[in-house]
């Protein structure tokens, strides 16, 4: 897409974004859930759990996520947003939700403004209490913004990031059949392996930023390649959100997901990846956390509840029953060591103001 496209979009192309859009959310309307799996089940143990990935809307329609997140135990929230949304959801649900910001990228054909812009945006975004940035780097942005995670255009900004002591969000790839369907075209969108390049060139030159790499970094069929940039990289982490692409990949290899687990404890977050929109049902929203609590807390071996459009339809889900000490840093621990995350109110206490 060429630079012009990408500041000034034609209708034909802000038309084809709503379709996108909506298609996205009719798809979770129409979400086949697999079978009716009852009210949340008890915990393993009793400690505050932070959801450390979801994507809030206006307070109307995030309160029946936070009101299934809250039955399944979630005592907070780190919510991906904007500034002013933030305002509107700390009113709504004080106590509850802590925030990260991502850039805008309207202006990368003018540098000074792209840099005056965004370094502004950290500099209110700490004001407000935010420390986290998200980053939505997957093949697609990489494509049509022309703009990867270590481009010198960022560099102004991760300086930034490490003086203000932001931590950063990553998404950086998708699922592998994925460049096998919408990434095909490997010379427009290139390798699942070369989408990591970017990320590792930027751990290495903000040795002092923290990124957490969403979805178990964006390869969970790969075990051992996350492994790897675990330990290359001391400022590296992952979260476990994405659920469904997460579980059918972890019951695969139940034995290598649970060493996974243990060899890395103090480096995985607690995350769902969910997104709050208008008429979203509870079973949507619930199936994640009742699915995510079976795989972590339980030696469960049945159907995951959530039908996998990805290809592979019914999907067996395999506990990992991993211990409490482990589960406790998943849980928030991690999330207050990695993302500076500390909310874990009561419950009773994070009801919708009206």
Same mark, same amino acid.
């Given at each position: ?36 799996? &009852? ?5 393993? !143990? ?118 203000? &002591? ?63 940039? !675990? ?124």
């Amino acid at each position: 897409m060429a630079a012009a496209e990408r500041e000034n979009p034609t209708r034909d192309q802000r038309e084809k974004e709503r379709e996108r859009r909506r298609a996205s959310i009719n798809r979770r309307r129409n979400e086949k859930i697999l079978f009716d799996f &009852g009210p949340p089940p008890a915990h393993k !143990l009793q400690c505050p759990i932070v959801d450390a990935h979801s994507h809030p809307n206006t307070p109307e329609r995030t309160e029946t996520l936070v009101r299934v997140a809250q039955s399944y135990g979630v005592t907070g929230m780190l919510g991906i947003t904007s500034l002013d949304r933030a305002s509107e959801l700390r009113r709504a649900f004080p106590g509850f939700f802590e925030f990260a910001v991502s850039f805008s990228y309207n202006h990368l054909d003018d540098i000074h403004r792209f840099h005056r812009d965004n370094l502004a945006l950290l500099e209110r975004a700490r004001q407000e209490s935010f420390s986290v940035v998200k980053f939505w780097f997957k093949p697609e942005f990489n494509e049509a913004q022309g703009l990867k995670l270590d481009d010198p255009r960022m560099d102004p900004l991760f300086d930034k990031m490490a003086d203000l &002591g932001f931590a950063g969000l990553a998404h950086i790839a998708d699922p592998d059949i994925w460049f096998t369907t919408r990434y095909r075209d490997s010379a427009r969108f290139g390798t699942k392996e070369e989408a990591f390049v970017q990320l590792e060139r930027r751990l290495e030159s903000h040795p002092d930023v923290s990124i957490v790499g969403a979805h178990l970094g964006g390869d969970p069929e790969n075990l051992s390649h996350v492994s790897g940039l !675990l330990d290359s990289h001391p400022n590296f982490a992952v979260d476990c959100s994405a659920t469904k692409w997460v579980v059918r990949e972890l019951s695969q290899k139940r034995d290598e997901s649970r060493r996974f687990f243990f060899q890395h404890q103090d480096r995985i977050i607690f995350g769902t990846d969910l997104v709050a929109w208008q008429g979203a049902p509870v079973r949507h929203y619930a199936s994640r956390y009742w699915t995510l609590q079976k795989l972590l807390e339980t030696d469960y071996d049945g159907l995951s509840p959530i039908y996998d459009n990805d290809g592979r339809g019914e999907v067996n889900l395999k506990g990992l029953d991993l211990p409490k000490e482990i589960l406790e840093k998943l849980y928030y621990r991690n999330a207050g060591k990695w993302l500076k995350i500390h909310v874990a109110c009561r419950p009773s206490k994070c009801r919708r103001e009206k």
